[in-house]
């Protein structure tokens, strides 16, 4: 199931990316600074609720891999 957390604003929001260690997709180019301004700014108008604070929805994804014991006497 989806995880939302709560952020003061749309700029707490992109920094908590930077925290978990979200990096963009190989070949993308980061926005610009004004895209940036407009980005959040239209995020904070459409997702903030009565406190002024914005959602970031996770969905959460477990893997667990097992390696195989290598060799030994047959």
Do not use: M
């Not at 995880?3 to 992109?14: G, H, K, R, S």
């Not at 070949?27 to 980005?39: C, D, E, F, I, K």
């Not at 459409?46 to 195989?68: C, D, H, I, M, S």
């Amino acid at each position: 199931a989806p995880v939302a957390v709560w952020y003061p604003d749309a700029i707490a929001a992109l920094h908590s990316f930077k925290g978990i260690g979200a990096l963009l997709p190989s070949g993308s180019r980061p926005l610009a600074v004004g895209q940036t301004r407009t980005l959040v700014a239209r995020y904070g108008e459409q997702f903030k609720n009565e406190q002024g604070e914005v959602p970031v929805t996770y969905q959460v994804t477990y893997l667990l891999a097992v390696r195989k014991a290598c060799g030994g006497a047959s």
